[in-house]
Structure formats: structure tokens, C-alpha cells
């Protein structure tokens, strides 16, 4: 048997904004785009990588959530501590000089890690927390 990771979910607060970092930054493929307004549900993904996916959804939207716990998703989303990814590349300093060039939030420069990665982090539009890391 083999398992896989096929889809991570981030939320999103502007669908437009989220495109342009992970699309247009990122370079990652839109594979789905559902939905209209702020209720959309974006699939992007890595050119070559066709099984692995991050679906940005609109926060909160659970029927099952109360306002308390609404309130604090969207109040966890804004200190940036509510989600979060990590991805690798091969060229970790050109790709956070091309992150840092566009003005997004850097939370880490590219450091080594006394658990022997080097890496940075950052923040997309909606304060979701990206681990980029040098991959072999």
C-alpha cells in the first residue's frame, strides 16, 4: 500500500491576493477555482507535481463553528498562528530574494537550523505561516 499526501488546506481572506502570491509568485498551477466573491475554494499546486495540491478555502465557513470560534480563527489568522505549510526548493536564496522583492511579510531570513535544514519563513496575504527549506 501506498499513501500520499494529495490535497493541504490553507484559508484565505482575498482569492485575488492568494492567486497572486501562489500563482503568480510561487509559480504553482491553478487547478480548480470554485465558487464567486470572497466564497471561493482555489486549487493550486506545483508544475510536474500533479497529485499534490493546497486547496485555499475561505476561513470559518463550517456551519458547525460558533461566532466564538469564528471570531478566534479569524483573530488566530491575523497573527499569522492559525495555518501554515512548508515547502522546499532548490535555490532557497533566490527564491526568498525573489519573496522578499515582492514585499511579502518575512518572518525568518534563510538561516541553518541547529536540526541541520536551512531555512526561511514568510507570510502569505491571508497570515498563513511558509517554511521554505533548501531541499537536497
Not at 497572486?20 to 486549487?43: C, K, N, P, Q
Request: proline share 7%; hydrophobic share 40%.
Amino acid at each position: 500500500m501506498t499513501i500520499t499526501i494529495h490535497s493541504s488546506f490553507l484559508p484565505h481572506t482575498d482569492p485575488e491576493a492568494s492567486l497572486a502570491f501562489y500563482r503568480d509568485l510561487l509559480g504553482f498551477e491553478v487547478r480548480l477555482d470554485v465558487g464567486s466573491g470572497t466564497m471561493r475554494w482555489i486549487t493550486v499546486g506545483p508544475a510536474g507535481q500533479p497529485d499534490t495540491a493546497i486547496v485555499l478555502t475561505p476561513p470559518a465557513v463550517d456551519p458547525g463553528l460558533s461566532e466564538a470560534e469564528r471570531q478566534a480563527i479569524t483573530e488566530m489568522m491575523a497573527k499569522g498562528t492559525y495555518a501554515g505549510i512548508n515547502l522546499a526548493t532548490d535555490d532557497l536564496d533566490g527564491f526568498f530574494e525573489r519573496v522578499q522583492a515582492s514585499g511579502a511579510d518575512v518572518a525568518q531570513e534563510p538561516i541553518e537550523q541547529p536540526y541541520g535544514l536551512r531555512d526561511c519563513a514568510f507570510r502569505d496575504p491571508s497570515g498563513n505561516m511558509v517554511r521554505v527549506q533548501q531541499s537536497s
